[in-house]
């Protein structure tokens, strides 16, 4: 036990003394993460406002691709993703591997289907008459779709943040693709995965303080955005 | 069956599972043995500790880790038997009344590997620190293991002899181990010393070369290191020693010198012989 | 098609071929009379009134209003609006619900501004416009709803069972804004179960029974007079 003490608070201190090495593995992660989501949204939004809203043939296939590729492993996402960017794989001539775009590219993947799948529950719970009310009050296609997400948004948000905290938790498709090169690759999941294997522990467990509280966030806003959704329906 | 009924039972089960598995870890049967991952990946161990267990009533788990992560096992209690190749760490531990007789046993070497090009242009050269120091002037890649395994102390070590800070320009710390570290190497086609058994295993899958090899400075001595048993009372101290015995007496020395992989003979049994810590890198820096 | 009529259907049918929910063969009307549709549960009052908007597309047929000097197919949005029995609040403010459709409808800032401002003031619900619209009772929901529509100043209106589930009091103040819509000239067809001050004050009985469209005009004695099949 003394052991265990002695490690949570090293690990207090480095987090508290602004340790550069700790909080450039934190940096990469955001870094990472966020990029990845602000890649991810624009085409899920997409592609979740057209499942929602058209009737096109694949429809019903896309939308059960999008909720199996949700229970998709992470180190299968990097597995594939691996391949393709292998030198001996077909994309091998962009020398991505063991990059940060390479990570970025994985979370993507890992982002996509469960945001199109979240978002697309959130704007299927939209009610019909919505659209109906903004067409026949003049709205344009585009008006009445952006009218949609306004009357979705607890639910727009709650995807974003489950999604986010999916993909800044994974460690799977992170170490096969980003390889925690140190300075480079190296993100909270990956250095707590393989940093710890020297015995060291007082960084894992700051690493792992740091998600545990970006965690909380996440749900605490997560329950609030419910506790408002619901207090709508309800009224 | 109603819902309390099999929450009980859960329960029950779960209770007596908790109280018996002390009883199972504690089992005099079992060894457990912390190794580097170059003695296991390598199928070395394999080889002999069948022949061990076929001789003796003990059944040996293996837990394949870096020489740090071993270690710190053994600190731990953890594991009842280390068998490490970084002699300075290995004393420090024995020093620091963690572990008890620690026996040299054999030597492998490390080799340097890197693109076909071989940009650095080390091929040919004599010395390691010379090829460590030509890597680092030049616009190449040099992965790193970075995770305090011994490959990687002997690493850091070379690059001291070299006068050379590691964290260059091209310097890539994973924190990985052999095999993943040669993969990296090959994907980003850079540099990085490994040890031969690793190499051989998985050099066909490799799009690297052997570009240096000899130096005495690469030698790589194991030992075993019993963990001091005055430390936890639940270590299998008989069997560990049992095993550590078993691998410098006669039979065990010849199955070490047996041993081939893809033809070639990877460890050199050398139980017996004089390990210290002024072995290897710091024995070839001070000449 | 004639000149002077606001809407023509002609052959409308609609539900399942075998079966149809009702058929309309011809109908005219001009927009003068302010419409009651009356029919029992499932006659389809609302799928009507529905496809009279463009909101559903009928089976067969075709429906024309002449809005704008043009003969035009629903759905014509901001001219030929239908209100849904529950009207549908925007999950925003009282003032928003307003405010978006007048930017729907292009309104420039200072336009929409007063625009809104008169429509709340004309609906009654100024001391609520920073409220959320869906925390409203049925009464108010109604009135902010015919707001929101007449900010657009449609020509016509379509009401689906506006009286449903309100007390007296609120069935007269909707029917004071409705009878000032009907004043300034919108059309206005409404469903009603039952009778009311604002069933009083249509001139104008269509009745779906028996899957047909049956027409009276009101304050006479209840003469069915068979629309043409």
């Known amino acids: ?40 949204i624009p085409p899920a939004l997409l592609i979740a406002l057209a499942l929602a809203r058209l009737a096109f043939p694949g429809r019903w296939l896309l939308i059960s691709l999008a909720n199996t590729l949700m229970a998709v492993p992470t180190v299968v996402v990097g597995l594939m993703l691996f391949m393709l960017l292998s030198r001996s794989g077909p994309l091998g001539e962009w020398r991505l591997l ?44 585009v008006a009445a779709l952006w009218r949609l997400l306004g009357e979705a948004r607890f639910g727009v948000m709650a995807a974003i943040v489950a999604s986010f905290g999916r993909i800044i938790a994974e460690v799977g498709s992170a170490v096969m693709v980003g390889g925690n090169i140190e300075h480079f690759t190296r993100n909270i999941t990956t250095a707590i995965a393989l940093e710890t294997l020297k015995g060291e522990y007082a960084q894992g467990i700051a690493l792992g303080l740091v998600l545990l509280v970006l965690a909380l966030i996440l749900n605490l806003m997560l329950g609030i955005l419910r506790g408002r959704g619901q207090q709508t329906l309800s009224s | 069956m109603n819902l309390p009924v099999t929450l009980r039972n859960a329960a029950i089960i779960l209770g007596a599972t908790l109280l018996t ?32 267990e076929a001789a003796h009533p003990y059944q040996v788990q ?105 964290g260059f320009e091209g310097y890539r710390a994973v924190g990985q181990g052999m095999g993943k570290v040669l993969q990296m190497a090959s994907e980003l086609q850079g540099y990085t010393l490994t040890d031969r058994g690793t190499w051989l295993a998985m050099q066909d899958k490799l799009d690297l070369s052997l570009l240096m090899q000899g130096d005495s400075r690469l030698f790589n001595p194991y030992q075993v290191i019993l963990v001091n048993p005055e430390r936890y009372d639940d270590l299998n101290t008989e069997g560990a020693r049992a ?22 003979a990877l460890f050199h049994a050398s139980a017996g012989e004089d390990v210290s810590p002024q072995q290897g890198v710091s024995a070839g820096a001070s000449q | 098609m004639t000149k002077e009529s606001m809407l023509e259907i002609n052959r409308l049918s609609h539900g399942f071929s075998a079966t149809p929910l009702w058929t309309i063969d011809h109908l005219q009307w001009s927009g003068q009379d302010m419409v009651h ?29 002449h809005i704008e000097k043009q003969w035009q197919l629903p759905p014509c ?86 009286t449903a589930n309100l007390d007296a009091q609120a069935i007269a103040d909707v029917d004071s804004l409705v009878a000032d819509l009907v004043r300034a000239g919108c059309a206005v067809i409404l469903s009603a179960h039952h009778a009311s001050v604002l069933t009083e004050r249509c001139q104008r009985r269509w009745q779906l029974c028996d899957g047909l469209l049956w027409e009276s005009t009101t304050n006479a004695p209840f003469v069915a007079e068979r629309l043409l099949r």
């Open chain 3, 37 to 65: 549709l009356l029919g029992d549960n499932g006659s389809g009052k609302t799928t009507l009134l529905r496809i009279l908007a463009g909101l559903d597309a009928p089976r067969q047929g075709s429906v024309h209003w």
């Open chain 2, 243 to 264: 095993l550590a015995e078993w691998l410098i007496s006669e039979e065990g020395q010849q199955a070490i010198d047996d041993f081939r992989l893809g033809g070639e």
């Open chain 2, 62 to 166: 293996v837990i394949a880790v870096g020489t740090g992560k071993a270690l710190r096992m053994g600190q731990d209690g953890d594991a009842d038997l280390l068998m490490t190749h970084a002699p300075a760490a290995g004393k420090a531990f024995v020093d620091a009344g963690y572990g008890i007789e620690p026996h040299g046993v054999m030597y492998n070497d490390f080799v340097i590997v890197g693109p076909e090009k071989d940009p650095a242009n080390i091929q040919g050269l004599d010395e390691a620190s010379q090829a460590f120091k030509q890597i680092a002037d030049s616009d190449v890649l040099f992965v790193s293991r970075g995770d305090d395994s011994g490959t990687h102390k002997k690493e850091l070590a070379l690059w001291q002899s070299s006068d050379i800070e590691p």
């Open chain 3, 77 to 162: 949005p901001a001219q030929v609006i239908y209100l849904h029995q529950m009207p549908y609040m925007f999950d925003t403010s009282v003032f928003d619900n307003l405010r978006l459709a007048a930017r729907w409808h292009g309104l420039g800032r200072r336009d929409s501004q007063m625009r809104v401002g008169r429509m709340l003031h004309w609906c009654g619900l100024e001391q609520q416009g920073r409220q959320r619209a869906r925390s409203l009772s049925g009464g108010e929901r109604l009135r902010l709803a015919l707001a929101r529509a007449w900010l657009l100043q449609p020509r016509v209106l379509l009401l689906d069972e506006p």
């Open chain 1, 98 to 141: 063991f990059t940060q775009p390479a990570m970025v590219i994985g979370q993507w993947l890992l982002a996509i289907p469960l945001l199109i799948a979240m978002l697309h529950a959130a704007l299927q719970g939209v009610d019909q008459r919505a659209w109906e009310t903004a067409r026949l009050h003049g709205a344009g296609r």
């Open chain 2, 21 to 52: 598995s002390p009883v199972l870890a504690a089992n005099d049967d079992i060894i457990r043995l912390a190794t580097t991952t170059s003695t296991y990946n390598s199928g070395l161990l394999d080889e002999l500790l069948p022949q061990f």
């Open chain 1, 1 to 40: 036990m003394p052991e265990l003490l002695d490690s949570t608070r090293a690990a207090l201190i480095l987090l508290v003394s602004l340790d550069p090495d700790l909080w450039e593995i934190i940096g990469v992660s955001f870094r990472v993460s966020l990029t990845a989501m602000a890649l991810a």
